[in-house]
């Protein structure tokens, strides 16, 4: 089992550009959810989607946006991207019906300048 | 919501001494908490959780005590090894079955096991 997989690993973006970083998972998980890690401020949660059809916002959603596109993968959108974006973005995911962990992915590097 | 503050910011001790991270977190109703080590580069992995039905969980060298009464929870690593240095992060959330498990973390430790 891969686990959970994230592309790109790293990414280069001027500002405006958009982007979505992809997301996909094989543990037959029903809920994912995606970070950004910050130095000095943790991992906050961006957006997350309990099951599959259905999405909410976290605590830092400006600016993003997400796909539930099936059991599997969770794609993030930036539309617009600011420099306030630069970050490492995490991908994770957990079952719904057990006391979880959270099971991340590798991450994805984004500079935007 | 939910706020989990973590101190010390940056830790060092020497390899053998016992290393202890301490979070507090505000909502009374948070039920799970897990504990996360993140190697340079690496992606946050699961050391041990605690749930609020229990006081303290032990694995090995790692163990976590939980005050519920003042919304506290601790990390304890004895007999450090120079592999244990890396960054920690504790987290809370309200876990129920059937929901998402939106953990809210502390803003990390970077522990340091000098030689």
């Known amino acids: 089992n891969a686990g959970v997989t994230q592309t790109p690993k790293f990414q280069v973006l001027k500002t405006g550009q958009s982007m979505t970083l992809q997301c996909a998972q094989d543990m037959n998980h029903n809920s994912m959810y995606w970070y950004r890690q910050d130095p000095g401020m943790g991992l906050r949660l961006i957006y997350y989607s309990a099951s599959e059809g259905t999405t909410d916002k976290g605590e830092v959603p400006n600016g993003y946006n997400v796909s539930r596109l099936n059991k599997r993968e969770f794609s993030l959108r930036l539309e617009s991207a600011a420099p306030s974006q630069t970050s490492v973005y995490f991908c994770?995911?957990?079952?719904?019906?057990?006391?979880?962990?959270?099971?991340f992915g590798n991450g994805t590097r984004l500079t935007v300048t | 919501g939910e706020n989990v503050e973590q101190h010390p910011s940056t830790l060092s001790v020497q390899e053998g001494d016992s290393a202890v991270i301490k979070c507090t977190y505000s909502d009374s109703a948070s039920n799970y908490f897990p504990w996360y080590k993140q190697e340079l580069g690496k992606r946050p992995q699961l050391i041990i959780d605690i749930r609020s039905n229990v006081g303290e969980k032990k694995d090995q060298r790692i163990a976590v005590t939980l005050n519920k009464t003042a919304k506290h929870f601790s990390l304890h690593i004895t007999e450090t090894q120079p592999e244990d240095s890396a960054v920690y992060f504790c987290a809370a959330s309200k876990y129920s079955a059937g929901t998402a498990s939106k953990l809210t973390f502390g803003t990390g430790t970077r522990l340091q096991v000098t030689l």
């Open positions: 994770a995911s957990s079952h719904r019906d057990r006391v979880p962990p959270l099971h």
